[in-house]
């Protein structure tokens, strides 16, 4: 892979907390190029967000390596980590608790330009900042001025998220469900916008729960279970094709019409904390997926961490 932007190397989070520990993300490695768009996809829980907040370093790993433009970000002093985080972009999934409250819309929107370029380019800021509102559907006039914290939805909120993120031209834009809250109308407006910004050369990690949605934004797709990564590929042929019996099930629990909902495993599909962690839900099991699937390449980026691939 030509210029890796990001890199995680056997990247690992446990939560402890008194007795109980969680194991967030299990041994996980991903590269991710210059231009490069992949989805992050899996059920509630599955740490897709402990991801995000790592690779920003939020969250601290309990073992194994992140890098971002090239550079170990344990290595990274204050000045370097301000220096990586500025060629991000983070669009968090809580808008409420993640935005400046006591900011107006527009300013919401421009602050980051504001902090990174001098005072006399503060127009040029303004005008970027109305043109990335009215991109999203956003009246820039009627809703400007307002307050984020008061004025406005949950919806709108989301989209100065986006345009907040995307200010600064981010070489890499980590999404936590950047499109929740929206209606058809104005989930599309994001994801042409972050579309364009991923033909221009941004990378992109997108955080959802719907594989059809990841296939409309993103080349690569990753399915995680329980923590750990299930099978990656290009998102059309997993669209196509499931191998993992999890990806089947995530399929297979689109919504239809007429049809009701339902994620086809055993009842109880608590992650195992050791072993293949979806074994207790699948229909697939043998005795085998007691110890840790490897990861098997299948050709063409598509790789499936099940003891029955490949056999
Ligand atoms: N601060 C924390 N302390 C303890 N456990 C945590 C903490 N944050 C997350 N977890 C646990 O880690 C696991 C992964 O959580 P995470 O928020 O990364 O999942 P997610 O896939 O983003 O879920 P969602 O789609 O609901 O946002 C879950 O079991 C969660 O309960």
Redesign the pocket.
């Known amino acids: 892979m030509k210029d890796v932007i990001l890199e995680t190397d056997e990247l690992e ?1 446990v ?3 008194g007795d ?1 520990s ?4 299990r041994p996980l490695s991903i590269k991710l190029g210059r231009g490069e768009s992949l989805a ?1 996809v ?12 790592a690779i920003l370093g939020l ?1 601290p790993p309990s073992s194994g390596a992140i890098s971002l433009f090239g550079e170990d970000i344990s290595e990274l002093d204050k000045k370097g980590t301000i220096a990586v985080r500025r060629r991000c972009g983070f669009i968090p ?1 809580d808008v409420y608790g993640g935005l400046p409250p006591g900011l107006s819309a527009l300013d919401t929107v421009r602050e980051p330009w504001d902090l990174l370029h001098p005072k006399n380019n503060k127009e040029a800021g303004k005008k970027y900042a109305v043109e990335l509102m009215e991109r999203l559907g956003l009246d820039s006039k009627n809703l400007g001025n307002r307050k984020v914290k008061k004025g406005l939805s949950g919806g709108q909120r989301q989209r100065i998220a986006v345009a907040r993120a995307l200010i600064n031209d981010p070489e890499l834009l980590l999404a ?2 950047p499109t929740s809250m929206q209606d058809i109308s104005t989930r599309n407006k994001v994801i042409r916008l972050l579309q364009e910004r991923v033909d221009r050369g941004m990378s992109l990690i997108f ?1 959802t ?1 719907d594989l059809l949605l990841a296939r409309s934004i993103a080349r690569k797709t990753a399915i ?1 279970f ?2 750990s990564l299930c099978e990656t590929g290009n998102s059309d042929d997993i669209v196509s094709e499931q191998i993992h019996p999890y990806t089947k099930a995530l399929y297979g629990a689109m919504p239809r019409l007429n049809e009701k909902m339902v994620l086809r495993t055993s009842k109880d599909r608590t ?1 195992s904390p050791t072993g293949c962690p979806f074994r207790k839900g699948c229909p697939e099991a043998m005795y085998v997926c007691e110890k840790t699937p490897p990861m098997k390449y299948m050709g063409d980026g598509r790789m499936v961490a099940c003891w029955r691939t490949g056999n």
């Open positions: 989070v939560y402890r907390g109980k969680v194991r967030a993300l992050v899996g059920e509630s829980g599955c740490g897709k967000t402990t991801l995000v907040r969250q999934q936590d469900e955080v729960h995680f329980g923590g992650p």
